[in-house]
């Protein structure tokens, strides 16, 4: 049984900066490679980020490139995402997730890879 717990959202002005949180416990932390997603109202559940167990490859959405950053800290099993220069349309309820098995920019970028969901941490960004 994997859990996962987010943390770090909140709001912010736009050009501000945060660091999200995804503490995970269950199945061996090496072993999966983790991805964040976000959802606005109304809209689909986007890729933002993904870091892979292999190699610790790490992949971005085009939007996130250069602004952000996901990282993992074996010790704590805890994987972080970084987002500076944030902006208003960066709005949205930002998700973590596990996978097995995923290696590739395709497959870490596609969320029905993804058999573990965290709750959500929603973040705002006010212009």
């Known amino acids: 049984q994997v859990e996962l717990v987010e943390s770090g959202g909140g709001f912010v002005q736009a050009g501000g900066s945060l660091k999200l949180a995804c503490q995970y416990s269950?199945?061996?932390?090496?072993?999966?490679?983790m991805g964040w997603f976000r959802q606005a109202p109304g809209k689909e559940r986007e890729f933002v980020a993904g870091?892979?167990?292999?190699?610790?490859?790490?992949f971005y959405a085009d939007s996130m490139k250069g602004r952000s950053t996901i990282s993992k800290d074996k010790d704590n099993n805890t994987v972080y995402l970084q987002i500076d220069n944030l902006k208003p349309e960066d709005s949205a309820d930002y998700y973590c997730?596990?996978?097995?098995?995923?290696?590739?920019?395709?497959?870490?970028?596609?969320?029905?890879?993804?058999?573990?969901w965290g709750r959500g941490t929603q973040v705002t960004v006010s212009s």
């Open positions: 870091i892979t167990t292999f190699r610790v490859s790490t």
């Open positions: 997730a596990a996978a097995t098995g995923a290696s590739t920019a395709r497959s870490v970028r596609d969320r029905r890879i993804y058999t573990s």
């Open positions: 269950g199945r061996t932390f090496t072993s999966m490679t």
